[in-house]
Structures are given as structure tokens and as C-alpha cells.
């Protein structure tokens, strides 16, 4: 079946202006650290006589087919650029203008304006899908059925049946390399957090909160109202599971992922305070996800007012953790245990307090000094870290499965999953099909209670894939 061409124009310039400014934000460094923060700065990040760069692996190239090449299927295109073993050899929009647009990023890559055209291209070994979420399912499905990899933009879906059918398609074909657009479970500055968190740093987990906050519509305009009614889909709360999950997924995720667990109910309320223009979707949102033992996850987002961008803040009984842009600062209570490595750490003056730095290779003492530690920011964002793992997740993960069927045969699917496993923990981390989906279903519910007012009880049946 071919798509109407309006089905597969993504994202308007201003609208992926959210997307880009939500994982980068403005710079704060010296006003945490003036607050007594503690930087957190990970071994390849650190700068001077003790830094380390650690090398990323290399694979041999993989042809990259891209499906929606409105302007963040056009950054993903930009950002398979920057990477030495990702040619984008197909790009395929039913939108002229789109496709015209990809081809100056990828002048050698044959255009299609129906998806399943690319699909057949034996060229193409795998497919990164950036059309609009409601559109995901057939195109991901389809895929998995071509046997070409695939890389699915966040969330899955906009329902709970089509989510589950991608990660079910998914889960069915281990022969296929999948991942989500979860970027942040690629990003090293997180890994780096990870088992800091799990040593029990912060003490117990009292609260959590995370926000977005960016004055901006996403409408586009159109001559034709049929059309614009097509191309405004995240406005339409049939389509769109507004900012809740196509915003804030990623940040929920993070939570969700760092915490270690998982909600048991959601409270949720929206409004449309500021963008009255026909729309349904709410421009403002709150949601408040509960926790076994009283913890709770607050989380609001605006597209009423820009003030304080989007970061997290993790509240433990001996610490707090902020996590803005690509770097985190730990703020100690006074009444904290002592960790170890604090004696052997850098110590900054900040204001009135000493915030202590968590740096690799530290071996001695430092003096307290009267500036700042240098910020050491990552040379790209967690997109970037995504496609690389997705790229070399994806030709280290062919090779497995060919090595395996030369020696064995391919009539044992079973222990050709077992054998994946093995190969799947020297993996780059990124987002498979299980945690996109616990990701999605949450997202859903969530919007179910701001659609609602009222309290959405999780079910913990709702995420098993059987």
C-alpha cells in the first residue's frame, strides 16, 4: 500500500528544535558548582596530565536506509555522517521536498518515495524509521519481514496494541538487530552515572522530578487544510501522545532506568494554557508517578514558558543528583557517610562550600584552588553515541548470526538466541525492543491520566512479551 505523501512528513524545523534543544540546554556549570556541586566526570572526559581517551570500536560499514526525512530524519541523516563506517545509501519520504532536502546530505543515496521501494533494495542492510510515531508499526513490521536491521525513533508507538506488536516482531526475529531512539542508554555520560548510583551514593531514593520547558508551538501551516491537518498529527491527541511521550519519554526512561524501578500508578493533568489554535493536545502537562515505599517521580513540561529548559534531579537521604545536559553534579549532605574516594578526589571552592570532583586517574590530594574545574563537555550528542552503537551493534551482530548458521545450520532458533547472548554483552549499550516498550506502555498510561485527571494503577501484565 502506498502512504499519502503528507503521511511521511515528520517534523517541522521548529518543531525538532524541541528534540535537539531537550539534550542540550544552556550552560550552568559554575552556578552548580558555586551551589557546591560535585562535577561527575568520566574517564574519557577528563582534561590535563591524568586524561584518557578511550578509544570507540570501528566496524566495517553498514548501508543505511533512512524512512522520513523531515528535519530529524535529516539530522539523523547529518549524524550518520559524522561517523566513518554509516553511508546512507537510500532515503525515502513521499514528500518531494524532503527527499531534496536529504539528498545534500547524502548526494549518493537512491531516493523512493514509498518505503516499501526501499525495503527491496538489497543494498540496504538496515532502516532507521523517523516518520511520525502513529505511522511506526507497519514500517517496522515490514522491515523485520525484509530482514533489514532496524532503528525505530522513541516512542514506539501511540498505542498499546501497536507497541506491542513492534516489540513482539522484534523479539520474534532474532536474526535482526533492533533498537530504539532512547538515546540516553547510549549516552557514556550516563553509563558512567550508572554504577555510581547503584553503590547506593544518594542513600535511599526519596524523590525525583524532571522537566521541559520551551515556548514554542508545534504547528505548521499549510495552503491545503486536509494537508495541514496531516502534517499537525502531534497536535492531535488521536495521533499523538503529546509532550508526555514524544518529549518526555526520553527523560522518563532515564528515571525509570537510574532508580531501578518501575511505577505503580500514575497521576497525570493537562491543560492548553497558552497555544488555543484547535488543537487537542495539552501545551502543558504535570505527572506524578508513585513508587513502592513512597517514592515519587514529579514531572512537567510546557510549551507555554522557556524558563529553566529541562533537566533531573534525583533526591536521596545522603545526596542529590542533578543531571543537566551532558554532565551531573552530586550535592552531599552534611550528615553523609564518608564513600572513599573523596580523600584521593579534587577539591574546588565554590562560594562557601568545597564541592568534591569526581575525576578519573585521581591519585593524590589536589589543593583547594579558588575557580572552577574546567568543564569538560562531550564532542557529541547522545544521538551520535546512539547511531554508533546502533551501526556497530548492528555488523558485529550479522556477523554473529552468519558465523553461527555456516557452523550450525539455521533450524535451531533457540540456540541461535543463546549464542546472540553471548555476543550481546560486548554489545555498545543502547535500547532494544524491551526497554522501548516498558518505556512506550508507561508513556501511554501517563497520557491516559493527563487525558483523564484521574489515577492510572499499573499493571505489571501490561509489559510481558510472551
Not at 557514556?188 to 542513600?203: C, E, M, N
Not at 500508578?265 to 493537562?270: A, D, E, W, Y
Not at 568545597?354 to 593524590?364: P, Y
Request: proline share 5%; aromatic share 10%; charged share 25%.
Amino acid at each position: 500500500m502506498t502512504m499519502k505523501k503528507e503521511h511521511l512528513n515528520e517534523l517541522t524545523e521548529s518543531e525538532d528544535v524541541d528534540r535537539r534543544s531537550f539534550i542540550k540546554g544552556a550552560s550552568i556549570s559554575t552556578l552548580m558548582m558555586m551551589m557546591g556541586g560535585t562535577v561527575l566526570v568520566p574517564r574519557h572526559q577528563a582534561k590535563g596530565a591524568d586524561a584518557v581517551e578511550t578509544p570507540r570500536p570501528t566496524t566495517p560499514p553498514v548501508n543505511c536506509g533512512i524512512i522520513g526525512c523531515g528535519v530529524w530524519g535529516r539530522d539523523i541523516i547529518a549524524t550518520l555522517g559524522q561517523l566513518p563506517n554509516a553511508p546512507v545509501t537510500a532515503v525515502c519520504d513521499t514528500y518531494g521536498a524532503y527527499l531534496r532536502r536529504a539528498a545534500r546530505s547524502a548526494p549518493d543515496a537512491k531516493q523512493y518515495e514509498n518505503y516499501k521501494d526501499l525495503l527491496a533494495d538489497p543494498n540496504v542492510q538496515a532502516v532507521l524509521v523517523a516518520t511520525p510515531t502513529h505511522l511506526h508499526r507497519q514500517i517496522v513490521e515490514d522491515a523485520i519481514k525484509a530482514g533489514k536491521h532496524v532503528y525505530c525513533e522513541a516512542p514506539l508507538a501511540h498505542t498499546v496494541e501497536d507497541a506491542r506488536a513492534i516489540a513482539l516482531a522484534a523479539k520474534k526475529a532474532p536474526k535482526i538487530n533492533f533498537q530504539t531512539g532512547l538515546n540516553y542508554r547510549s549516552d557514556p555520560q550516563r553509563h558512567f552515572l550508572v554504577p555510581f548510583i547503584r553503590t547506593g551514593s544518594w542513600g535511599t531514593t526519596a524523590m525525583a522530578r524532571a522537566q521541559y520547558h520551551k515556548k514554542q508551538s508545534w504547528r505548521r501551516t499549510s495552503s491545503s487544510a486536509d494537508q495541514e491537518k496531516l502534517i499537525n498529527w502531534r497536535l492531535d491527541k488521536e495521533t499523538s501522545l503529546g509532550l508526555i511521550g514524544e518529549i518526555g519519554i526520553h527523560q522518563l526512561d532515564a528515571a525509570g532506568w537510574f532508580m531501578a524501578l518501575r511505577p505503580k500508578s500514575i497521576t497525570g493533568f493537562g491543560s492548553i494554557i497558552h497555544w488555543k489554535d484547535g488543537r487537542t493536545v495539552d501545551d502543558t502537562v504535570q505527572a506524578i508517578f508513585e513508587y513502592e515505599g513512597g517514592a515519587r517521580l514529579m514531572y512537567d513540561a510546557t510549551l507555554a514558558n522557556s524558563f529553566d529548559a529541562d533537566y533531573e534531579m534525583y533526591y536521596g537521604t545522603d545526596a542529590a543528583l542533578m543531571v543537566r545536559e551532558n554532565k551531573a553534579w552530586m550535592f552531599k549532605e552534611v550528615d553523609a557517610p564518608l564513600l572513599g574516594w573523596e580523600v584521593y578526589a579534587r577539591k574546588d571552592q565554590f562560594y562557601k562550600e568545597v564541592g568534591i570532583s569526581l575525576v578519573a586517574n585521581a591519585t593524590k590530594l589536589t589543593a583547594i584552588i579558588d575557580k572552577p574545574q574546567d568543564e569538560s563537555p562531550y564532542a557529541s550528542t547522545p544521538l551520535y553515541y546512539s547511531l554508533e552503537a546502533f551501526v556497530s551493534n548492528t555488523f558485529n551482530h550479522q556477523t554473529a548470526v552468519t558465523d553461527f548458521i555456516d557452523a550450525f545450520g539455521s533450524d535451531d532458533p533457540a540456540a541461535l538466541i543463546d549464542y546472540l547472548k553471548e555476543i550481546n554483552e560486548t554489545k555498545l549499550p543502547a535500547a532494544g525492543f524491551a526497554e522501548a516498550y516498558e518505556a512506550t506502555v508507561l508513556c501511554i498510561k501517563a497520557d491516559e491520566a493527563i487525558r483523564t485527571g484521574r489515577k492510572v494503577e499499573i499493571k505489571d501484565e501490561w509489559f510481558e512479551l510472551a
